[in-house]
């Protein structure tokens, strides 16, 4: 039998029951799809439900204010995903009149959709025979076929792009891209692999060879750095400083309280604010927050000091006073809802 019998027959049986594969409809499509970048199926299945619950149609998302994008997409990270689904939502709505485009090439020239995107898009929903090659796919193909080619490299993405042209059942592309995907995620996994249970496993050249934990191979490794934050929570008359985050920032548009960088004891003299306030600093809590290039060494202060104070320092270093009522209206990033949750929600 061959792979594309086996892998279809698989998916037949066992393909997982998704919200978004009960509908053809490519804003669904697209949302789900852009949701499960860097996100599991459990984590993003509660976002896509709840971005479908608010936004019926690409028109609805289009019309939305970007805060209330963000704050819906909070809890999921890599908030520049968000940012494009908001902008290519407009786009889609203004220029196209709502309506997607049909092909795999059109789709890539989309503002945050690139290839895995496109091709499970065209796929899935205008059934073109391109294979969506993601993290799955590499595993798939790399152990079944004993690829040992570098996934991080270039020549790689080429080689796997090839193959799976090659053997993608062009009959039902889209079904075929999923139970890879499926396959992927639930038997043929990263760590410890359920090879005695895959429908591949007679033909598995990984299997065969003793070799299934060697691949796929990856040596390229993500640089990490660390980053030293330091975050100053100032309240007065009910309200509360916050600083929306600008420029190229991985939480841009987000809300986070006035923050200082650096690795020195805040209370030094000397310090960022120059107002000589330390004696009015008091160290709330810490914590450690991964990022997958950063390790965030995060500290929380609480600034008491009279609102002359606060008006000279909001010049100085950008926040406002957002009334403490309302906080749970704005979008911010994981470690600061945390705080938020046990401190000012609870």
């Known amino acids: 039998m061959n792979f594309n019998y086996l892998i279809l027959s698989y998916f037949d049986k066992n393909k997982r029951d998704l919200p978004w594969r009960h509908t053809n409809d490519p804003f669904h499509i697209w949302l789900s799809e852009i949701i499960l970048q860097q996100t599991r199926v459990d984590q993003g299945m509660k976002f896509y439900n709840n971005f479908i619950h608010e936004f019926d149609t690409i028109f609805d998302l289009a019309n939305a204010d970007e805060q209330k994008v963000l704050k819906l997409w909070q809890g999921l990270g890599y908030y520049s995903r968000a940012r494009n689904l908001h902008y290519t939502a407009k786009y889609i709505s203004n220029e196209l009149n709502g309506k997607f485009p049909n092909n795999f090439k059109d789709l890539k020239k989309l503002k945050g959709i690139g290839d895995y995107t496109a091709a499970a898009i065209a796929s899935i929903v205008y059934k073109e025979a391109v294979p969506a090659v993601d993290g799955n796919m590499y595993r798939v193909f790399s152990r079944y076929f004993n690829i040992e080619e570098d996934i991080s490299s270039s020549k790689a993405k080429k080689i796997f792009w090839q193959l799976g042209l090659e053997v993608i059942d062009k009959n039902r592309p889209g079904d ?171």
């Open 176 to 346: 075929f891209n999923q139970a890879i995907m499926d396959l992927g995620a639930t038997v043929c996994t990263p760590k410890s692999p359920k090879c005695e249970i895959c429908v591949l496993n007679e033909s598995c050249e990984a299997l065969r060879l003793k070799k299934v934990d060697q691949l796929p191979v990856k040596l390229k490794k993500v640089k990490v750095s660390n980053r030293f934050l330091h975050f100053i929570i100032l309240e007065n008359n009910h309200s509360i400083s916050l600083s929306k985050r600008t420029g190229n920032d991985v939480w841009r548009n987000l809300y986070t309280f006035p923050k200082i960088e650096t690795e020195t004891n805040l209370l030094d003299k000397g310090w960022i604010f120059e107002e000589n306030l330390e004696n009015d600093l008091t160290f709330i809590s810490e914590e450690k927050h991964i990022l997958s290039h950063q390790n965030l060494f995060i500290k929380y202060w609480k600034l008491n000091v009279s609102l002359n104070n606060i008006i000279n320092l909001s010049k100085k270093i950008g926040f406002e006073m957002i009334s403490i009522e309302s906080i749970d209206d704005y979008p911010f990033p994981k470690p600061i809802e945390k705080f938020i949750n046990n401190h000012y929600l609870n």
